[in-house]
């Protein structure tokens, strides 16, 4: 039961409500962490990732309840002890406790985390901040411990953008010593989110959105209650499953203002885009590629998560294009997986060219989890029946994949 039955070649009709953000739900738990008392978290997704990093807040000693979508956090039993290396291996932002941990307990020994299989994905920038930070690090083969009796505010000046790392400094800052400056800062949305929440409870953060953050240090934090905006990255999967696979379907509270540089793709690429006040009209089918590139890159460009599901749209485009991926250097493992389905693309370095075309349905094998979605994509438009297996690397992200596309009007199933 780890796989989709995909019966391809039906239009899409119908509406699906976007879960809340994965990416900001991840970095909001762990900073409940620094808060002592219940905070309450709205429109928190249930997904594989997100449970995961329960069950690591639960191995502190927080106490966990999940009611719908709303998550509450007690914090109060919380108690340093090992974190279960398994749920640490499997989801790299379990990284981002660090931070917290450390600023909350001045100790913590942590195995590298994992995640989706997309690059070497090192932590370096991470540990050199905190280091600046007064913190003391010791790395061996399968992780580090760091110390810290009480982090200080410090100018961190990263080599490039990384959003993890400036998530982790936020949190490892906001209860430091004096002031912390992060530059050039991620300026992704859910940085955004993370910003809010951490001011509702007391935090002084300035610069959020921008690429300098300016942080002072303040003593405590107190219990807030927050909800986490909608997913941008899976409003944009549904989107691009309708340019695939034709038809209308509405996203009820798609993140619109944060989703420009991919809608600009998808109506360059033929798609009808209505922005309405709550949510996204989609028709159409992806159908000329005005945008034959696609270049990922850090926000505002065009997401690195959204390359996997327009490479398909690009291949049913019916004309040539390439897609440029600037941020992580091993994510074309759905290549392999597509071609299996007809479609013509080539990799050469960190660009894929690739060519138009009908697909066919396969027996497909999803490698990690934006790629995975892509493949569900590729099968709704593909001619004939498809299996996608691996099914888990989808749910680390996507509440229920098949459930949402349903109400979209496709056609698939658990098997
Ligand atoms: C986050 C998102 C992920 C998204 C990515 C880029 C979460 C849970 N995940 O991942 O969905 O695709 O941002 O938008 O929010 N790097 C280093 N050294 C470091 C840190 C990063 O070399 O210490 C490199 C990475 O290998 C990668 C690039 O920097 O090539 C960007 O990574 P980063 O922005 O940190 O991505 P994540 O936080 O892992």
């Known amino acids: 039961m780890d796989a989709i039955r995909i019966y391809g070649g039906k239009?899409?009709?119908?509406?699906?409500?976007?879960?809340?953000?994965?990416?900001?739900?991840?970095?909001?738990?762990?900073?409940?962490?620094?808060?002592?008392?219940t905070c309450e978290i709205e429109n928190c997704p249930d997904i594989s990732d997100v449970r995961h990093m329960q069950k690591l807040l639960e191995s502190l000693g927080c106490r966990l309840e999940r009611e719908g979508t709303l998550v509450r956090v007690n914090t109060l039993g919380f108690s340093a002890h090992d974190m279960p290396s398994d749920s640490v291996g499997v989801m790299r932002s379990s990284l981002i406790l660090a931070g917290a941990l450390?600023?909350?307990?001045?100790?913590?020994?942590?195995?590298?985390?994992?995640?989706?299989?997309?690059?070497?994905r090192p932590i370096d920038l991470h540990l050199k901040s905190l280091r600046l930070m007064g913190a003391s690090i010791e790395e061996s083969e399968s992780g580090f411990c760091a110390e810290a009796a009480r982090l200080r505010g410090a100018v961190l000046h990263l080599p490039f953008v990384s959003v993890g790392a400036t998530e982790n400094l936020i949190l490892a800052a906001v209860l430091a010593d004096g002031e912390t400056v992060i530059e050039p800062a991620a300026r992704e949305p859910e940085i955004g989110a993370l910003c809010e929440f951490l001011r509702l409870a007391g935090a002084r953060i300035k610069g959020a959105g921008t690429g300098r953050l300016v942080i002072q240090g303040v003593e405590k934090l107190s219990p807030v209650r927050y909800r986490v905006p909608a997913d941008r990255i899976v409003a944009g999967t549904y989107l691009c499953a309708c340019m695939c696979a034709g038809g209308r379907?509405?996203?009820?509270?798609?993140?619109?203002?944060?989703?420009?540089?991919?809608?600009?793709?998808?109506?360059?690429?033929?798609?009808?885009?209505?922005?309405?006040?709550?949510?996204?009209?989609?028709?159409?089918?992806?159908?000329?590629?005005?945008?034959?590139?696609?270049?990922?890159?850090?926000?505002?460009?065009?997401?690195?998560?959204?390359?996997?599901?327009?490479?398909?749209?690009?291949?049913?485009?019916?004309?040539?294009?390439?897609?440029?991926?600037?941020v992580f250097e091993n994510r074309f493992?759905?290549?392999?997986?597509?071609?299996?389905?007809?479609?013509?693309?080539?990799?050469?370095?960190?660009?894929?060219?690739v060519g138009g075309g009908p697909l066919h349905g396969a027996i497909v094998q999803a490698q990690e989890l934006r790629g995975g979605a892509a493949l569900v994509i590729a099968a709704l438009a593909a001619d004939g029946t498809s299996i996608v297996t691996n099914r888990h690397y989808i749910d680390r992200g996507y509440e229920d994949i098949v459930s949402s596309l349903r109400a979209l009007g496709a056609d698939l199933e658990l098997a």
Request: aromatic share 4%; with cysteine.
């Open 249 to 326: 379907i509405f996203l009820k509270d798609a993140p619109v203002s944060h989703m420009e540089s991919v809608l600009a793709c998808a109506e360059s690429m033929g798609a009808s885009i209505v922005c309405e006040a709550d949510g996204l009209l989609v028709a159409g089918r992806a159908h000329e590629s005005v945008c034959d590139v696609v270049r990922t890159a850090c926000y505002p460009g065009f997401p690195t998560d959204m390359q996997s599901p327009f490479m398909v749209a690009m291949a049913l485009s019916g004309r040539a294009g390439r897609i440029e991926e600037n």
């Open 102 to 120: 450390l600023a909350k307990t001045g100790q913590i020994c942590m195995e590298y985390p994992g995640g989706c299989v997309i690059g070497a």
């Open 333 to 353: 493992r759905v290549v392999s997986e597509l071609c299996r389905m007809g479609a013509d693309i080539t990799v050469r370095g960190n660009v894929a060219y």
């Open 11 to 37: 239009s899409l009709d119908g509406q699906t409500v976007v879960q809340g953000s994965k990416n900001a739900s991840l970095p909001i738990l762990a900073a409940t962490l620094l808060i002592e008392g």
